[in-house]
């Protein structure tokens, strides 16, 4: 699907407004999933309409399919409009429903009628609930057939008096899935009934009366979908407080986004849970950042961590660190996580090592400096020239001292430094004697005395990258 875009009568209001027959008429009858999509799409037309459509999925967190499925069920309302060739969706003016019942066929409908009467003898069904059952099926080419067994299906859950809006509800749902055929709504319907004793178990611990279609919907979402078994389900659920089903699905959809499928694994997770909102409240404190809600944070940062080896205490003082060194963000500590976690350093002994190492390592940058007659403090660059030398080229260190100490004359000596290593290390010098022997006669000499070479062709340069590559 393309751009969402407002009509031009909308947009010459240039404002965000929700029509009060939305709110009325259209609001209470709708998918909760749908209204989201509705206002939200609205706010990202005016913005940025060209981008709107994956804005609205990225926002909601749900996927493009239940978008388009939501901009379809509006344009069966009449409030907006799907271009055929683009797929772009327009907004239109809000029309009160008293207003905009569409014509159809009576003849068309007349067993669809007569069938209607027989499933609610005593019901005085009006023209606005015909309408909707024919909208419904035209829309989304359901059968006249699947579409009453649908209807006998919501009357055995709800009994004669259940609304039509949520027998459209379901209709649609069956359509989003598929299932528009006589034999194939039936076939969905059976596999629903398949798990009612396993889900009565669930709505009772949630503390509710009924099952309904959502429940049942619901139940194979988690199930088949996500890989929930029935036991975990039923835990779960026993678990909620408030919130009822909605919540029990919000649960099981996290624990699935945080790969936790067994009730042991969301046991240990909930055990764990209060320990993990004080780790996280201690690292954003050190760090200086500081976060109403921990959830985010938790399951983007912290547990990620933990899942890579680093330990509570361990996290803390990197944080500690980071705050020192000016990388003041989670995002800046979970990129040096990151790097110690690549070279193995995850434990608060193997960490503590490590800094020590690189402070004994300036401690002989800072020697060589001395020797060098540098006078500065020690930057990331000459920690990068000393790995290279000594893990690189495997240059003694009394080999890199005695080079220093003949580069204190020259007017760049870190330079000169470099030049003469590298040269040596080419001669394959590798003590003292063999330096003062070598002396600096290796050095490249100026360019006017040299002539370099700098038309290389294309396999050359491809060729020496490949090898430098190689030798990293």
Request: proline share 2%; aromatic share 12%.
């Amino acid at each position: 699907m393309g751009s969402i875009r407002i009509s031009e009568s909308l947009a010459n209001k240039q404002k965000l407004t929700v029509d009060g027959a939305f709110i009325t008429e259209y609001m209470p009858s709708a998918p909760e999933n749908y209204v989201k999509i509705y206002l939200t799409g609205l706010f990202c037309a005016l913005s940025s309409p060209d981008r709107a459509f994956e804005t609205v999925a990225a926002r909601l967190f749900c996927d493009e399919k239940t978008v388009s499925e939501a901009f379809l069920y509006w344009q069966e309302q009449g409030l907006v409009h799907i271009a055929a060739d683009s797929g772009a969706v327009e907004y239109l003016p809000v029309v009160p429903r008293s207003r905009q019942i569409r014509k159809f066929s009576k003849e068309k409908y007349r067993a669809f009628n007569d069938q209607l009467h027989a499933l609610f003898p005593s019901r005085n069904i009006l023209p606005a609930e015909y309408n909707e059952y024919y909208s419904v099926m035209e829309t989304f080419n359901i059968e006249i057939e699947a579409m009453l067994t649908i209807i006998g299906y919501c009357k055995q859950l709800k009994g004669e008096d259940i609304n039509y809006a949520y027998i459209a509800a379901v209709a649609r749902n069956f359509a989003a899935e598929g299932y528009v055929t006589f034999d194939r709504v039936n076939e969905k319907i059976s596999e629903l009934e398949l798990y009612t004793d396993e889900l009565r178990a669930v709505v009772k611990a949630v503390g509710k009366k009924n099952i309904d279609h959502e429940d049942r919907r619901l139940y194979i979402k988690w199930t088949k979908s996500l890989g929930f078994d029935s036991a975990t389900v039923i835990q779960v659920a026993k678990q909620i407080k408030k919130g009822g089903m909605g919540r029990l699905d919000s649960k099981l959809t996290k624990y699935y986004e945080l790969h936790l499928f067994t009730a042991a694994e969301i046991n240990n997770y909930e055990k764990k849970r209060d320990e993990l909102y004080e780790l996280t409240k201690n690292v954003n404190r050190i760090i200086g950042v500081y976060y109403e809600q921990l959830d985010y944070v938790i399951e983007t940062y912290t547990l990620k961590w933990l899942d890579m080896g680093f330990d509570a205490q361990t996290l803390e003082n990197v944080a500690d660190y980071c705050f020192k060194h000016g990388l003041r963000t989670l995002e800046a500590m979970n990129d040096t996580l990151k790097k110690f976690y690549k070279k193995g350093v995850v434990t608060g002994e193997s960490i503590a090592e490590f800094v020590l190492d690189a402070a004994r390592s300036d401690d002989e940058i800072k020697e060589i400096f001395e020797a060098a007659g540098v006078s500065r403090a020690v930057t990331s660059r000459d920690r990068d020239y000393f790995r290279t030398w000594t893990y690189g080229w495997n240059m003694p260190k009394e080999v890199i001292l005695y080079a220093a100490s003949q580069s204190k004359k020259a007017d760049s000596p870190l330079s000169y430094l470099n030049s003469v290593l590298a040269a040596w290390h080419e001669k394959g010098v590798s003590t003292v004697e063999a330096a003062k022997k070598e002396g600096s006669s290796a050095i490249v000499k100026p360019a006017a005395e040299h002539r370099i070479v700098t038309n290389f062709s294309a396999d050359e340069i491809n060729a020496a990258f490949a090898k430098l590559n190689e030798e990293l």
